[in-house]
């Protein structure tokens, strides 16, 4: 497994775990989903998120010292085009399909949570996409 493989991988798991965290503490009521209680855990989630991913960037960066340092050849770099022109499409169409909860008479802090997850998703789209291609070998 090359070293932006296991990069993809990486972000799977920590967005999954983070952002799981996060909108299920909106989703089972835990959280208020008003005030600075939703703000706190929405804090702690991209803190643990960002402290998650350079903790294993670099444990993979120490075991693969070489993989990493390589420059992209032509195969990584239309996978990394194609993936993120397809995040961007499906991005889109959820940024434009935010219309339907402002019709349903959603609060402003709930679009922002919509939002936060159209972003979510498309990051989760654009890694699995990755590794699909990089295990297809595309």
């Known amino acids: 497994m090359s070293f932006r493989e296991k990069s993809a991988w990486i972000t799977v798991v920590t967005v999954l775990a983070c952002f799981g965290v996060y909108f299920g503490a909106i989703v089972t009521g835990q959280v208020s989903g008003r005030g600075f209680q939703t703000l706190h855990l929405l804090l702690l989630c991209v803190v ?68 936060l997850m159209d972003v979510v998703i498309a990051t989760l789209v654009v890694a699995v996409a990755q590794i699909a291609m990089f295990r297809r070998g595309a």
């Open 48 to 115: 643990g998120l960002i402290v998650l991913r350079m903790a294993l960037n670099l444990m993979v960066t120490l075991t693969t010292p070489k993989d990493g340092r390589v420059p992209r050849d032509e195969r990584e770099i239309l996978i990394q085009w194609r993936s993120h022109t397809l995040g961007y499409y499906v991005l889109v169409v959820l940024a434009l399909g935010l219309f339907v909860p402002v019709h349903l008479g959603h609060t402003a802090l709930d679009l922002a949570n919509f939002a």
